[in-house]
């Protein structure tokens, strides 16, 4: 079974850190890339970073560049997102979400959530 | 990059179809064909319905159908049970200047 275990949220005060982190198993973790995806209380999806499954290529949203980063550990099947310089509308449940992946016999470069996480709450308030 | 414009909320009774729009430009969903539906139950993670704008994750009802004109989207969901009342929501990649997705602004659908 897939499982994607988001961790690490909680309260912070607006410029504080945060560092969440997603623990992958059911599926070969190092084959496909990963994307955090956030949502704001009552509101829509918003795409915020992606990282490619041999950590080579990163991206983030505007909105958060410059702010966050986004890592992963194979050996560990773990995704992470550094949050840094929090403001309070970065206030949402994080997901963590599977991207692409290629094998031998499909490919599907630009695949985004065929796995979920169940989210972990992030909020900033004084 | 702007959200997808997706009407608000969509309704049907059980059995009939509903049919949710997508609109964004020729630099998301009229550029690629990566535009994906996701399904989403209150307070639960979004689930993946429809993905490259037609085609069905194992497991999800061929109930669900997805299509594409131009720049708007479209998901279809017929015969309609009472277990999919959700949010919809759209997304497309939207890399013609720098990489990312755009999702839709979301769709309440109602089971009468």
């Known amino acids: 079974e897939v499982q994607l275990v988001e961790s690490g949220g909680g309260l912070v005060q607006p410029g504080g850190s945060l560092r969440l982190s997603c623990a992958a198993s059911g599926f070969t973790f190092s084959s496909y890339s990963m994307n955090w995806v956030r949502q704001a209380p009552g509101k829509g999806l918003e795409w915020v970073s992606y990282?490619?499954?041999?950590?080579?290529?990163?991206y983030y949203a505007d909105s958060v560049k410059g702010r966050f980063t986004i890592s992963r550990d194979n050996a560990k099947n773990s995704l992470y997102l550094q949050m840094n310089s929090l403001r309070a509308e970065d206030t949402a449940v994080y997901y963590c979400a599977s991207g692409g992946s290629c094998s031998s016999t499909s490919c599907y470069p630009l695949l985004l959530g065929d796995y979920w996480g169940q989210g972990t709450l992030v909020t900033v308030s004084s | 990059q702007s959200a997808l414009t997706q009407p608000p909320s969509a309704s049907g009774s059980p059995g009939q179809s509903v049919t949710i729009s997508c609109t964004g430009t020729s630099s998301d969903v009229g550029g690629y064909n990566y535009v994906s539906w996701y399904q989403q139950h209150p307070g639960k993670a979004p689930k993946l319905m429809i993905y490259?704008?037609?085609k069905r994750p194992s497991g999800v009802p061929d109930r669900f159908s997805g299509s594409k004109s131009g720049n708007t989207a479209s998901l279809t969901v017929s015969g309609l049970q009472a277990e999919d009342e959700a949010d919809y929501y759209c997304?497309?990649?939207?890399?013609?200047?720098?990489?990312?997705?755009?999702f839709g602004t979301g769709t309440k659908v109602t089971v009468l």
């Open positions: 490259e704008v037609s």
């Open positions: 997304s497309s990649y939207a890399g013609s200047n720098n990489f990312g997705y755009v």
């Open positions: 990282i490619s499954s041999s950590s080579s290529t990163i």
